[in-house]
């Protein structure tokens, strides 16, 4: 179990993550007082510093700058892959600008009542005389947000409900911008319904959806992130309803087939007591005042919102859990890597990578796998097959850990 020192108190990180407003007197004396928190993932002294956020009426650990690389490789404030400020490629979608994350997303975020002429100046050749930067669609910035709050990471024990992962989402993408834009008053992350908390939470998105009112000069849009609870066709196309949340999101019928069938298996967990569907939708106000989907992408997970591609790699997370195993799920959308596991055992040295067979006996689905062994012999990166079709999971034989949570 991983703790977290707050003034001169232990408590488990599980539990202030998924609880944040339990301990508010302790952080708000601790960031008053000490001015941080200190993770108790490994053995290392000095213990790595948390940052304590203020958000509204409680607070929030953060991960302290430039300072990922000190936690535990199980650790949720460890980022292994974390994007270092001054990339070398300035024109990616995804980039640290002074310690904060700066977003192209590939999305309008106002929709404009005028179609103004374009001002772009162009080369004779017809392209544009200054390279562009690339953007990125909604499921590469859901995944990028997943990963870059650590929640794409198993710590090998403890548990994580919604709140942890709000808390941490939270506190990750505070000051960040989106083309351009704060991401406050743009993004809103929703909350778990507390019954002692009604007024701040209800205020909170009452003042973020007053911000989506249509001016003259067109229709500011937002982002939402959540579980999606159920969806169904509706009068005029489909009907999205989140978690915790009263609210209802409609979508164009167009909108509601493409979603469906794009991701169809994250849409298949919505409502399922094992499985999670978590969404970020674009989303705008009508003239009406209901709030209407303009783009969305849905992610699948397992019951501790952990990532997966699939039924199957549902089955190894929960699996590698109960096996008080320490991993983390890669996520394909937001690294440049030759190849891209299912899972990554963190718990032994060298690291185990670990692959989740669904679909042999497909062609092409064959040919990428041999590709991926030939590409882990040439590495010498040890390596873990499942085939889900063929073998119960219990014949997966694991190595033992072998090495303690700080990676000594």
């Known amino acids: 179990m991983i703790t977290v020192r707050i003034g001169g108190s232990e408590f488990p990180l599980d539990d202030v993550l998924d609880e944040p407003g339990r301990y508010a007197r302790q952080l708000e004396r601790a960031k008053t ?4 928190a200190e993770c108790g993932c490994g053995t290392r002294r000095p213990r790595p510093k948390l940052v304590i956020r203020r958000h509204r009426d409680i607070f929030l650990l953060a991960r302290w700058p430039e300072q990922a690389h000190h936690h535990a490789a199980g650790c949720p404030f460890n980022r292994a892959s974390a994007i270092k400020s001054g990339t070398v490629d300035n024109l990616d979608a995804f980039r640290l600008q002074d310690g904060r994350h ?7 975020l106002t929709a404009s009542a005028r179609t103004p002429a374009s001002t772009v100046q162009r080369s004779p050749d017809g392209k544009s005389s200054k390279p562009q930067r690339r953007s990125a669609g909604l499921l590469a910035f859901l995944e990028y947000a997943w990963e870059q709050s650590g929640l794409n990471v198993w710590p090998g024990t403890g548990y994580r409900g919604w709140t942890a992962c709000w808390s941490q ?3 990750e993408l505070a000051d960040c911008r989106i083309n351009g834009k704060p991401a406050d008053g743009l993004l809103h992350i929703v909350q778990r319904w507390d019954a002692s908390r009604r007024t701040e939470i209800l205020a909170e998105f009452e003042a973020w959806q007053a911000r989506l009112a249509p001016t003259a000069a067109g229709s500011p849009r937002g982002i939402v992130i959540g579980q999606i609870e159920s969806h169904e066709p509706s009068q005029f196309g489909g009907k999205l309803v989140l978690r915790q949340s009263r609210q209802r999101y409609f979508l164009a019928a167009d909108l509601y087939a493409r979603l469906q069938a794009s991701f169809g298996g994250a849409l298949s967990a919505a409502g399922k007591d094992d499985q999670r569907c978590i969404g970020l939708l674009l989303v705008e106000m009508s003239k009406s005042g209901y709030l209407r989907v303009v783009d969305a992408a849905a992610m699948l997970a397992n019951r501790h919102f952990l990532p997966c591609d699939s039924s199957h790699e549902i089955d190894m997370a929960d699996h590698l859990i109960a096996q008080h195993r320490a991993f983390r799920k890669p996520l394909r ?3 440049r890597a030759a190849v891209h596991p299912d899972f990554v055992l963190t718990d032994v040295a060298p690291e185990v990578v670990i692959e989740v067979l669904g679909m042999s006996g ?3 689905y064959d040919a ?3 590709e991926k062994r030939a590409y882990y012999l040439s590495t010498g990166t040890p390596s873990i097959e499942w085939d889900a079709t063929a073998e119960p999971i219990s014949s997966v034989r ?5 090495r303690t949570h700080d990676g000594a």
């Open 169 to 171: 989402l939270t506190s």
């Open 398 to 402: 694991l190595p033992p850990a072998n």
């Open 333 to 335: 959308h937001t690294q």
């Open 368 to 370: 990428r796998m041999a």
């Open 362 to 364: 497909n062609a092409d």
């Open 102 to 108: 700066d977003i192209r997303l590939g999305a309008t």
């Open 33 to 36: 007082v000490q001015g941080f």
